[in-house]
């Protein structure tokens, strides 16, 4: 069934024209990536979606009585309310419903003090009637279910009470997320929703959408993300619409075979009408009449024929290999026995580190576990450590930062890079720009007119270009657009001299390294490969670390002992834990059977006749709500421990 279609839709902003014949399907429960680059019109075209913004020309269809959730890139939440009462306005109907449900509790006790029996009939109508419903949508567990969400998006129990108008931009964001992951609407439009999350919440989103039973329509920079969420992906180019029927790494295999057809098609198409032309001049050479009216009639086949347009679909970049102007010895970087503290915290230590030339490690880790601090220690900015650092022969370390002060806003892109290397020749620098997409005119931008991705492409050429042999790169792809991302693990990939470098960004480490080094428990841990190869090792590490654990182990036997009652101790306490969660099912049952029986006492004429025993009734089904409310906090908990 489908969700949304659109037909030949055409935005303008003024005379720009942003967006022109875009047609597309989404169907019921497809989870569909947009890309392309800034500036393309992605957000343009999810506004025109939500109806904010309007459009020119086309047709939108959406499926009957559809609900869309939205989530901006920039959200401003400005209310009194803390941090859970804002999540929890998303079950305003649930809250009322609650609130009319109490009334009427009251309104029954009345009428049966007053001995009014119509009014009371008609009363306990509606109550079993809104009992019914509260039940239905899961009244009883709404305020858990937002609890979860926020836990699940990164926040922390003590956060729950902040004011919102206190909260950061980026806390917001996740307020508004959260929000509209609890309203479950029929489609959700997400623009950038991992920025702002860490790894983990990055992780958890991922798996609670991909357990999403509606549809999901994103925009997002983090490639990895769409791979593991997505099925279709529509690419916004040249103001239309591509649509590939597979995730992110599927769309770009089909981008780059796509490519090379238009190229084709477009040099064919251009072959063709130069022969064309060269018939027509011949014919018209010879001067006879004969061959002028076939000249004309060429002329008019040529002028009906298809003109395929150059195709910018893709700018091309040049393969080159950035080899260091110095080239270093085999062993770049030894490290021994690296320690680190803040007072009585200990962020690492007896690290030892081997880095050799040519090599491209990743550092990988919690937030706080001390990453920038161990590049900082490496590039002697911090002094105070405890260890070893030894730096091999013509060994030139420098620290790539996308803020760098080096560029200069009034030079052109071509004299910023030609002024730092003024022997290369024009085309040499030309063909090093190429490389990083800088093509044609683009290399007269001033710099000060440059994206903060354009400007991060010519800090990293520079380096690159240096006598620098050994790049430290602290989060290089933050903040860039896709095709940027693209263009420096490109260079990155083929650049000669060393790289060590941090990042979050899945994708990236998975192209880039061939090691990961994961700092935690205060030590850090090598995976030669990328982080596949990472995720896959630690996941039969910990298998096998659970088998090691169940099974006995050749140890002694005073060992075995201490072990044997570890584990019938672990396994009394799940017994245990199961027992609860079994007797705990059970009274919510019973609760719920006992609430149901006591309804039914309110509908009898003997007891709504009597407004002593209606009141008492009330009370008793008040009480009994009270304690399956407590129920079921108590076996979610109880679920907790168990997957712990």
């Not at 490389?435 to 007269?444: K, M, N, S, W």
Request: with cysteine.
């Amino acid at each position: 069934m489908i969700s949304i279609a659109m037909n030949n839709i055409k935005k303008s902003f003024g005379v720009d024209v942003i967006l022109e014949d875009i047609s597309f399907t989404i169907n019921e429960g497809e989870r569909v990536a947009l890309v392309g680059s800034n500036g393309t019109g992605k957000t343009t075209l999810f506004k025109i979606i939500t109806k904010e913004v309007d459009y020119d020309l086309g047709d939108i269809f959406y499926a009957k009585d559809l609900s869309i959730g939205y989530l901006s890139q920039h959200v401003d939440i400005e209310n009194d309310n803390t941090l859970i009462e804002e999540v929890l306005t998303v079950f305003e109907e649930v809250m009322l419903l609650e609130k009319e449900i109490r009334v009427l509790e009251h309104d029954i006790a009345e009428a049966g003090s007053l001995e009014d029996h119509d009014k009371l009939d008609r009363l306990m109508k509606q109550y079993t009637k809104k009992t019914d419903e509260f039940t239905k949508i899961n009244g009883y567990a709404y305020n858990s279910e937002a609890k979860g969400i926020l836990i699940g998006l990164g926040f922390k129990e003590e956060d729950l009470s902040k004011k919102v108008r206190m909260l950061s931009g980026g806390e917001k964001t996740r307020v508004m997320l959260g929000k509209l992951l609890l309203k479950k609407p029929d489609i959700l439009l997400l623009d950038e929703p991992t920025n702002h999350l860490d790894t983990d919440s990055v992780q958890w989103l991922e798996a609670f959408l991909r357990q999403y039973r509606g549809t999901i329509f994103v925009i997002s920079h983090d490639r990895y993300f769409l791979d593991q969420l997505t099925n279709r992906t529509f690419e916004l180019f040249n103001k239309s619409i591509r649509v590939y029927n597979g995730n992110y790494s599927y769309y770009i295999s089909q981008r780059e075979i796509q490519a090379e057809l238009d190229e084709k098609a477009y040099e064919e198409n251009l072959a063709e009408r130069k022969r064309q032309q060269e018939v027509i001049d011949q014919l018209k050479a010879f001067g006879r009449e004969k061959q002028v009216k076939r000249a004309r009639s060429r002329e008019k086949l040529l002028d009906k024929m298809d003109v395929v347009e150059k195709p910018n679909y893709m700018k091309k970049r040049a393969k080159i290999t950035f080899e260091p102007s110095v080239k270093s010895g085999k062993d770049v970087l030894k490290a021994r026995g690296l320690s680190k503290s803040y007072g009585e915290r200990c962020l690492f230590q007896n690290v030892d580190l081997d880095i050799y030339r040519g090599e491209k490690i990743a550092l990988i880790g919690a937030n706080g576990a001390g990453k920038s601090t161990l590049f900082n220690i490496l590039l002697g900015v911090d002094k105070s450590f405890d260890g070893d650092i030894d730096f091999g022969t013509n060994v030139y370390p420098v620290y790539f930062d996308q803020e760098r002060d080096d560029l200069q806003p009034d030079k052109t892109v071509l004299e910023e890079v030609w002024s730092t290397y003024p022997n290369f020749t024009e085309t040499k620098v030309r063909n090093m720009l190429g490389a990083f997409l800088f093509t044609g005119d683009e290399v007269y931008k001033l710099i000060g007119t440059l994206s903060g991705g354009e400007k991060a492409r010519i800090s990293l050429l520079k380096l690159m270009l240096s006598d620098s042999n050994f790049l430290f790169l602290d989060e290089p792809t933050n903040h860039l657009d896709i095709e940027s991302k693209e263009v420096l693990e490109d260079a990155i990939t083929n650049y000669e001299g060393t790289v060590f470098v941090i990042s979050h960004d899945r994708y990236f480490l998975n192209k880039v390294p061939d090691q990961i080094l994961v700092l935690e428990d205060q030590s850090v841990k090598s995976y030669l490969g990328n982080y596949d190869y990472y995720i896959e090792k630690r996941a039969a590490e910990k298998a096998a670390l659970e088998f090691a654990n169940q099974r006995e182990d050749t140890t002694t036997k005073t060992q075995l002992k201490i072990q044997r009652k570890k584990d019938k101790e672990k396994e009394k306490e799940e017994k245990k834990l199961k027992k609860q969660i079994t007797e705990t099912e059970e009274a919510i049952h019973n609760t719920e059977l006992e609430i149901e029986n006591l309804n039914e006492l309110l509908c009898l004429e003997e007891i709504y006749s009597n407004p002593e025993k209606v009141k008492e009734v009330a009370e008793q089904k008040s009480d009994k709500e009270k304690i399956l409310h407590e129920l079921m906090s108590t076996w979610e908990m109880l679920l907790e421990a168990q997957q712990d």
